[in-house]
């Protein structure tokens, strides 16, 4: 079953059906004001950190509540009902409803007893509050005489784990007072007089468009003893009861009364943030003129859009275009903005970045918007330890110059990160690599960036000294040491273990600055790296090639670890789809260690990240196997190496593959099989259950994954093959073969490229003729300063 489509004209996923699996969401907000909303308005906001900056309640592994609610009650009949389907649940027979997620918007529409009511929800672009507005619309041939009652539930306590547990401290800190048109909260107020800059806090739910009759800021007197969310004592009673909050739970509602002719509309707006009373005040009396709602929604549109129109598609594929024009893109600059920080799954306790994620993340918006992408590169340097390796965790307030590292036991305190891991700062070389390509920027390698705890240095010294992490702590077989863990947290191999995914990124990484060296002439660095890498090249094929594919590595002791004689465990995926992509297999060994992928751990919703699941043969280390089977890291397929492995195989010019991999992982193919995946069909999971669950294709923890990122580079350098350089731009598609023509528009360095991609005879990689601006080049790569303020671009497959 489907519960909804995807509208391309207008960037929005329209779920008709508010009866869906699980909660399907939606971001609202900047890193300055951040809030989540789901289909039936369920979430919760913050002020720059879930963790210390909460706002409102949400109850996490539950039934999506409570939210941003508004009520609306016939003040006739007495029959009650939300505006969006949850939290009352009417009757879906006689409730009607669809829900409209946008880019940073959302709209939930419903129709009851001959009224239409819309919500829409919003962030205003670089505000710090957020904007909830109804539009309540009589569809009778009466008069009616409608109730409406705003809801939120307030923290008792900025700090999110205080509020929730420490009750016999944060249920006495806060009171509300009504102040004209809004309820206010404090906190602490006792503790300073707060004009800004002092002790207690503020935050405020008012409203305006319509008066407002009675009020409640206390929560048990608003829902009612044994009452819930979905039967308000107020709302039955068609009244709130004015009492506020002292020593309990506090909210904010409000009660307004309309009355609307046969055809009537009628519109209020209830605004919510972190705002004393008189900024709150002011930011309230700015939307009396309900004209500035359509002018903020429209510049949060032209801002999104502007950013998406940078790179477009049409291929014969609607849902990889859904997902590259839109979704995987904005799901890109999400996952980007709040690294793994707030959403259903993460409470947000996670007060800070993780160094692998987010520099891998990064590589996801580069195309869209690379100036961005270079402000954050130069923020996850600067978190690089002067001995190479990447702090685990980057505080939101981040000190560079100045921070404790993993040699520290306060830093360990602090984060909860005890040690280093294997891969945090090879992540920068393919990252900086795609940032310079984009821009052109070649002096970006020269800029002076500082180290996380001492000293500075350039982006090569930067990128140099990560080399030097790896070099400096090596195995007993001479390739890099697992020491807490690579990328795998569930695979533990030892201090001095070794891990055959740390040693080819180290090999690329080693490409990579191989580039950089010579764009420098450090002719003594070149020859530095033509005997490392040589070495670790002949090293990996000496002990980590078997018969038909990579092994995953070995423990300190020298146990193989992924070797195809295990019972299980026998077959990795990452080692395989990085040995193409590092350019360490020969093309024998990459056909064949592709080919044992598809054999082995391929399935009907992507590939497995290893198989068979532990059970019985797990070594200590191997985490995983606290896992059931097919779940998460134990033989489950985990999202974000699909996009790897669908680089890889275009990369080897399999384009039917590489497509199959992305129509099998893709949550748009999903759209129609919607009870089986559980999650929004237009955004990646973490993992995906796989062939032992009972519930194969469910997926997992949405949104915040690196999956965006990967999948993203998998479809535009992979799949479509724009690949650029320091110089110019290659052009290396990987198609399926009954894709005839695909058609691009890129900006590359503030020039349009028209793109059109012609494939009558039906290849999946390689070319016959390349064409710019109707004359024939000897290559398919267009240097850039062969290029006009607007390029027609042919490629002939």
């Known amino acids: ?23 399907w969401a939606n971001y609202l907000g900047s890193p300055e004001y951040g809030a989540i ?41 007495g029959d009650y009902w939300s505006a969006s389907w949850q939290p ?24 009851y007893s001959n009224i239409h009511s819309e919500a829409l929800y919003y962030v205003p672009l670089n505000k710090t509050h957020e904007v909830w507005k109804l539009s309540v619309t009589n569809t009778d041939n009466k008069e009616r005489k409608i109730s409406t009652f705003g809801f939120i539930e307030f923290t008792n306590e900025d700090y999110y784990e205080n509020d929730q547990v420490n009750l016999q401290y944060t249920l ?104 004393n009373d008189k900024d709150s005040a002011e930011i309230l009396k700015g939307y009396e003129d309900f004209s500035i709602i359509e002018n903020e929604l429209v510049e949060l549109k032209t801002y999104w859009h502007g950013k998406l129109e940078q790179f477009q598609v049409q291929t014969p594929d609607d849902n990889f275009n859904h997902m590259v024009n839109t979704w995987n893109a904005y799901q890109c600059f999400i996952t980007f903005i709040w690294s793994r920080a707030a959403s259903f799954m993460y409470a947000g306790l996670r007060n800070g970045y993780g160094y692998r994620d987010t520099v891998q993340d990064i590589q996801g918006i580069i195309h869209l ?44 305190q602090a984060t909860g990160h005890p040690a280093y891991r294997a891969d945090d700062a090879l992540w920068l070389f393919p990252t900086v690599l795609k940032y310079i390509s984009e821009t052109g920027n070649k002096t970006f390698i020269d800029e002076v960036i500082p180290y996380a705890n001492k000293d500075e240095g350039t982006v090569y010294d930067h990128l140099k000294r990560a080399i030097n992490f790896s070099m400096e702590r090596l195995g007993a077989h001479n390739m890099p040491a697992g020491l807490h863990a690579d990328w795998n947290d569930c695979l533990r191999l030892g201090k001095k273990g070794e891990s055959s995914f740390v040693a080819l990124q180290l090999y690329y990484a080693m490409t990579v600055i191989r580039a950089f060296a010579k764009e420098k002439d450090d002719d003594v660095y070149l020859a530095y790296l033509d005997k490392v890498q040589t070495e670790l090249g002949e090293t990996i094929q000496k002990y980590c090639w078997e018969e038909d594919r990579f092994i995953r590595g070995f423990k300190e002791d020298g146990q193989v670890i992924g070797s195809k004689k295990d019972p299980e465990a026998n077959m990795w995926l990452n080692p395989q789809s990085w040995s193409v992509i590092s350019g360490l297999a020969t093309k024998d060994q990459a056909e064949k260690a592709l080919e044992s992928v598809h054999r082995e751990l391929n399935t009907a919703y992507g590939c497995r990240l290893m198989a068979p699941s532990y059970v019985d043969h797990a070594f200590d280390g191997a985490l995983a ?59 990646h999971g973490q993992f995906t259950e796989s062939v032992d669950s009972p519930f194969e294709g469910r997926s997992h923890v949405h949104w915040l994954t690196g999956t965006a990122s990967t999948v993203m580079v998998g479809c535009v350098e992979g799949i479509l093959g724009i690949r650029p350089n320091f110089d110019g731009l290659l ?67």
């Open 369 to 412: 918007d690379p100036e961005l992408a270079g402000e954050k590169i130069r923020f996850m340097l600067s978190a690089q330890v002067d001995n190479g390796g990447g702090l685990p965790l980057v505080k939101f307030n981040h000190n560079a110059g100045h921070e404790d590292t993993p040699d520290d036991a306060s830093y360990a």
């Open 37 to 77: 909303i789901s289909n039936n308005a369920g979430g919760y906001s913050f002020v720059k950190s879930g963790a210390n900056g909460r706002i409102s309640r949400y109850i996490f592994n539950q039934e999506d509540k409570p939210g941003r609610y508004i009520y609306l009650r016939d003040d006739v009949s």
């Open 625 to 683: 196997i606290l896992f059931n089977k097919s779940t998460k890291e134990n033989g489950g397929i985990f999202s974000q190496p699909q996009g790897w492995i669908i680089l890889a195989e275009s990369l080897m010019g399999h384009g039917d593959c590489a497509y199959q991999y992305f129509k099998e992982s893709s949550p748009s193919s999903q759209n129609d099989n919607a009870d089986v995946r559980v999650l929004e069909p237009y955004v």
């Open 88 to 111: 009352v649940g009417k009757d879906l027979s006689v409730y009607q409803n669809e829900c409209r997620h946008g880019t940073a918007y959302t709209k939930i529409s419903a129709d």
């Open 731 to 797: 052009l290396s598609p990987s198609i399926p073969s009954n894709w005839k023509e695909v058609k691009i528009t890129k900006m590359f360095r503030n020039k349009k490229l028209n793109i059109t991609i012609q494939n009558f005879d039906g290849a999946e990689g390689g070319y016959r003729e390349c064409y710019l601006n109707g004359t024939i080049l000897s290559s398919n790569y267009i240097p850039a300063e062969s290029l006009s303020v607007e390029n027609e671009v042919l490629l002939v497959m």
């Open 172 to 275: 006495f800190i806060t009171k509300t007072y009504f102040k004209e048109n809004k309820i206010l909260q404090t906190i602490n107020e006792n503790t300073g007089k707060n004009a800004e800059g002092t002790n207690y806090r503020e935050r405020f739910f008012g409203s305006v468009g319509q008066p407002i009759v009675s009020y409640n800021g206390d929560k048990a007197s608003f829902i009612g003893r044994y009452h819930s969310y979905g039967n308000p004592v107020a709302v039955i009673n068609g009244c709130c009861d004015n009492t506020l909050n002292y020593n309990s739970n506090a909210c904010g509602a409000l009660h307004s009364i309309l009355t609307l002719a046969p055809g009537e509309t009628k519109e209020l707006v209830y605004i919510l943030g972190k705002k």
């Open 1 to 23: 079953m489907n519960y909804g489509y995807f509208d391309e004209a207008n960037r929005e996923y329209v779920i008709t059906k508010p009866n869906t699996p699980a909660p």
